[in-house]
């Protein structure tokens, strides 16, 4: 494996008791999202009139998670990007538990790639209704440090569904390099699913030769998700390998953050069995 960290499935943790399922499902309904850290953000100028509370805490962002772990009850495993693992920002709230119990998620797991301490944790997270076989954290490489995958395993390691969730570069090199980390990453398996804030658009060259190098599914052009108030531009990607099946794919018109969330029904294939 390339992972940089490994958790077992003890890792995950438990937000409440799960529901064992009768039959595995053959399919999952799956959301990834940039929550900025639950900020409302409307308008560009509130990046300056709001900017504060990127930093201290405020009463608007519990109502606005609230809002959020409602939508999210709805889906059967969530990626989430720019979520903090609780610092003074957010009050200490953990928001990766916050919206689990809120959208009554019984697994959750987060991945802190840019720790500032007290003053912020900046993280990656993960909402599911099914057990991880086992967790692994991924740095990415760049000149700056802080971004990162989180890869999941459910299944047997057979026929095991792999979940990867992202937050890449803003600087069009360091995104290059580090999907040149994660096409090798994902040639390792053979059910994958590839989901995040890419902050590229879906025929960018440095997209296209992600799947180019890899078994992905061709993706969906022209999913805008962002800025939430006026979609302009399709940063947020759900991808599939070839041995899964696309369903409904859509863009939500929910601007609680910045981003819009993307979701996709997925068909899995006979052999994968996810664990309740």
């Known amino acids: 494996m390339i992972g940089l960290?490994?958790?077992?499935?003890?890792?995950?943790?438990?937000?409440?008791?799960?529901?064992?399922?009768?039959?595995?499902?053959r399919q999952l309904r799956v959301m990834s999202y940039n929550i900025?850290?639950?900020?409302?953000?409307?308008?560009?100028?509130?990046?300056?009139?709001?900017?504060?509370?990127?930093?201290?805490p405020s009463s608007s962002r519990e109502g606005n998670?609230?809002?959020?772990?409602?939508?999210?009850?709805?889906?059967?495993?969530?990626?989430?990007?720019?979520?903090?693992?609780?610092?003074?920002?957010t009050g200490y709230v953990n928001?990766?538990?916050y919206l689990a119990r809120r959208?009554?998620?019984?697994?959750?797991?987060y991945q802190t790639n840019r720790n500032l301490g007290r003053l912020a944790q900046h993280s990656n997270g993960l909402l599911t209704r099914y057990r991880p076989a086992s967790i692994d954290e991924h740095a990415?490489?760049?000149?700056?440090?802080?971004?990162?995958?989180?890869?999941?395993?459910?299944?047997?390691?057979?026929?095991a569904?792999?979940?990867?969730?992202?937050?890449?570069?803003?600087?069009?090199?360091?995104?290059?390099?580090?999907?040149?980390?994660?096409?090798d990453l994902i040639n390792e398996h053979r059910h994958v699913i590839v989901m995040g804030d890419f902050n590229c658009h879906s025929r960018s060259p440095e997209f296209t030769t992600l799947v180019d190098?890899?078994?992905?599914l061709e993706p969906v052009h022209d999913l805008h998700t962002f800025p939430s108030w006026k979609p302009q531009r399709n940063i947020d990607h759900i991808l599939l390998s070839s041995s899964l099946e696309v369903g409904h794919v859509r863009v939500l018109d929910y601007p609680l953050s910045d981003h819009l969330p993307i979701t996709m029904d997925i068909s899995l294939p006979e052999g994968i069995e996810l664990v309740g």
Request: no cysteine; charged share 20%.
């Open 5 to 25: 960290a490994h958790r077992t499935p003890e890792g995950a943790y438990t937000a409440l008791d799960p529901v064992i399922e009768r039959e595995p499902p």
């Open 36 to 56: 900025q850290s639950g900020l409302e953000t409307r308008r560009y100028h509130h990046y300056v009139t709001r900017g504060w509370q990127h930093f201290w």
């Open 65 to 89: 998670l609230d809002r959020m772990g409602h939508m999210l009850h709805q889906y059967d495993l969530v990626g989430l990007q720019e979520v903090d693992a609780g610092s003074f920002r």
């Open 95 to 97: 928001q990766v538990e």
């Open 103 to 109: 959208g009554t998620f019984p697994y959750w797991y």
């Open 140 to 159: 990415l490489p760049g000149r700056v440090p802080g971004r990162g995958a989180l890869h999941l395993r459910f299944g047997g390691a057979g026929e």
């Open 161 to 183: 569904l792999n979940v990867i969730i992202v937050h890449l570069a803003l600087s069009r090199r360091a995104r290059a390099t580090q999907l040149a980390y994660l096409a």
């Open 213 to 216: 190098r890899t078994e992905l």
